[in-house]
């Protein structure tokens, strides 16, 4: 089945403080957005890449893709306000596409590996919906913001990273549904799978500690000292 790689860039990087979203950021010489195309755009499992954008952004993001010469970027699609916006950006692009595989990745976590994924598409041959995820070392506390209310079970607890991946019928149903719900609140499309089709099982791959999401200006030197290593 056709593996489609969606890479949600739509966000502006408030919180890294930065002028331009956090996906123009450049660490060692090249784009977050850039390393992170990189990584689908040589994996031989992925046949087509999708980019979801901040509309300001759609021309700037096409001349990089043009710079780049990546063969497999197919479409730069507008982003919304909401992050659940950019999800049916890509699935409106390909509704009217055969069944294939949404697989969607932030585009600032720009150390995603070719294992991640290699498991994720692995998966998709017996899942419909798939997960990655890390496991959580710390003590988590459950409060009420300003009291300890519970303390979880660690072992069972892990760390939601991406690629989240889905086959097209799967997630489109999961929003159809969602968006007839008046309280609809979605933070990720694993959490709209697993609140709106609740019948589908989220199959979890396990993750990387480097598979970082950059949010902060302290994320950008752990990034460098990855990257370095790596060279």
């Known amino acids: 089945?056709?593996?489609?790689?969606?890479?949600?860039?739509?966000?502006?990087?408030?919180?890294?403080?930065?002028?331009?979203?956090?996906?123009?950021?450049?660490?060692?010489?090249?784009?977050?957005?850039?390393?992170?195309?990189?990584?689908?755009?040589?994996?031989?499992?992925?046949?087509?890449?999708?980019?979801?954008?901040?509309?300001?952004?759609?021309?700037?993001?096409?001349?990089?893709?043009?710079?780049?010469?990546?063969?497999?970027?197919?479409?730069?699609?507008?982003?919304?306000?909401?992050?659940?916006?950019?999800?049916?950006?890509?699935?409106?692009?390909?509704?009217?596409?055969?069944?294939?595989?949404?697989?969607?990745?932030?585009?600032?976590?720009?150390?995603?590996?070719?294992?991640?994924?290699?498991?994720?598409?692995?998966?998709?041959?017996?899942?419909?919906?798939?997960?990655?995820?890390?496991?959580?070392?710390?003590t988590i506390w459950e409060t009420d913001g300003e009291t300890i209310k519970s303390i979880p079970d660690r072992n069972i607890m892990r760390k939601a990273q991406t690629p989240q991946a889905f086959r097209l019928s799967v997630i489109k149903e999961a929003y159809r549904r969602g968006l007839q719900d008046p309280k609809m609140c979605s933070t990720d499309d694993c959490g709209m799978v697993m609140r709106y089709m609740s019948e589908k099982k989220i199959y979890i791959v396990e993750g990387e500690e480097r598979n970082i999401k950059l949010t902060y200006k302290e994320d950008v030197p752990y990034i460098e000292m990855l990257l370095n290593k790596q060279k």
């Open 1 to 138: 089945m056709k593996n489609i790689a969606v890479i949600l860039a739509g966000g502006v990087g408030s919180r890294l403080g930065s002028e331009k979203p956090k996906q123009f950021l450049e660490i060692c010489g090249r784009m977050v957005i850039e390393r992170t195309i990189d990584a689908f755009e040589k994996n031989e499992r992925i046949d087509e890449i999708a980019i979801v954008m901040n509309p300001e952004y759609v021309g700037e993001m096409e001349e990089i893709a043009r710079r780049n010469r990546w063969r497999k970027v197919s479409k730069v699609l507008n982003g919304g306000a909401e992050r659940y916006f950019s999800t049916l950006s890509a699935i409106d692009a390909y509704k009217d596409a055969d069944e294939v595989n949404l697989i969607f990745h932030d585009a600032v976590r720009p150390m995603v590996s070719q294992t991640i994924i290699e498991k994720v598409t692995d998966a998709l041959e017996g899942h419909d919906a798939v997960g990655v995820a890390v496991k959580v070392t710390d």
